[in-house]
């Protein structure tokens, strides 16, 4: 073979690895870039819980079967962490400058306890759609010089459907955006969905699961 065969020859390789590597990089972007942005309304419905629980300073832990809760005296001077603690007036005493007080934590891992125990019965999977504190409202019913109390417990909260999004990833991956769309408003509990695809222009869903993002509201 001439060396200008060779040369030849040397610059076709060269140039069929370049295409090749070109298409290898955007089959890569083409299948990695697009994003999805899954908005699912899905119905609620109430889930209304009313418990008596024992604020008990000897409590190490949440017992749950016992609806006890750990509590601690402190002082008004030497308590500072107030957003990780509940504080009820009722629970103050003004004599002794102290009030018993006890873990936010606590009581959402009762209250989800008992959501959970609730919900078992159901037909359907459930989930409570996040607990909201604020809106608790508990009342003193009787408290001791020995670091305890009775509160009563009332909340309401929004319960949905679970929903297995790595099943729902699977399906309706790379279909266009219209025909997922309607995939996934004809499963139960489902009632408006908003999909926002990156880049824009592209209809269609991901290839990869781990490119779409789900966001439930009621």
């Known amino acids: 073979m001439s060396d200008s065969s060779k040369m030849e020859y040397r610059f076709v390789s060269f140039r069929l690895f370049i295409a090749g590597f070109a298409i290898l990089i955007a089959l890569f ?59 009820i007036d009722d629970l103050k005493s003004e004599e002794s400058n102290t009030m018993l007080v006890f873990k936010q934590s606590d009581i959402k891992e009762l209250i989800a306890y008992k959501a959970d125990e609730l919900l078992k019965g159901s037909e359907a999977e459930k989930q409570v759609f996040g607990f909201h504190p604020d809106s608790w409202e508990i009342r003193v019913l009787k408290k001791d010089i020995l670091g305890s109390a009775t509160v ?20 309706i991956r790379f279909k266009s955006a219209r025909e997922a769309k309607n995939m996934l408003t004809s499963i139960s509990g489902i009632k408006h969905v908003k999909i926002d695809l990156f880049p824009p222009l592209y209809q269609r869903l991901p290839v990869f699961g781990g490119r779409m993002s789900f966001f439930v509201h009621p």
């Open 29 to 87: 972007l083409f299948s990695w870039i697009p994003s999805a942005h899954i908005d699912l309304t899905v119905n609620s419905e109430p889930l209304i819980v009313s418990f008596e629980m024992l604020l008990d300073q000897s409590a190490k832990s949440v017992l749950f079967n016992l609806d006890t809760i750990p509590a601690q005296i402190v002082s008004f001077s030497m308590f500072k962490n107030k957003k990780e603690y509940i504080i």
């Open 152 to 171: 009563l417990v009332f909340i309401q909260e929004e319960v949905i459907l679970e929903y297995d999004f790595k099943n729902l990833k699977d399906v």
